[in-house]
Nanobody
């Protein structure tokens, strides 16, 4: 069964950094566009970043651009999100997601992804 397991969340002060990881199994990770989303209480799930199969193509939300980096290690079936210069408004549960195996295009909407992790909480204090 496809499975995505996030880790690396926690409590950090504003200006600090965190690195999220997402371990994938049960599907062909190296042929899946991957993404990170986040959801704060009372808000809709929002796009953060997406990455192509090889990692050469990436896109970020305006709020993440310049501060976050998405990467992947296909040999380890693992997706990463490096978050720097964190702000209180980055506080949310962060989810990794896998697109349909074999689909090439980067994806920006939750409905474009097939598999989801359980989420990891990121809290940024001011």
């Amino acid at each position: 069964q496809p499975q995505l397991v996030e880790s690396g969340g926690g409590l950090v002060q504003a200006g600090g950094s965190l690195r999220l990881s997402c371990a994938a199994s049960g599907f062909t990770f190296r042929r899946s566009v991957m993404g990170w989303f986040r959801q704060a209480p009372g808000k809709e799930r929002e796009f953060v970043a997406t990455i192509s199969w090889s990692g050469s193509g990436t896109t970020f939300s305006d709020s993440a651009k310049g501060r976050f980096t998405i990467s992947r290690d296909n040999a380890k079936n693992t997706l990463y999100l490096q978050m720097n210069s964190l702000k209180p408004e980055d506080t949310a549960s962060y989810y990794c997601a896998a697109g349909p195996t074999g689909a090439l295009s980067l994806r920006y909407k939750p409905e474009d992804y097939d598999y989801w992790g359980q989420g990891t909480q990121v809290s940024v204090s001011s």
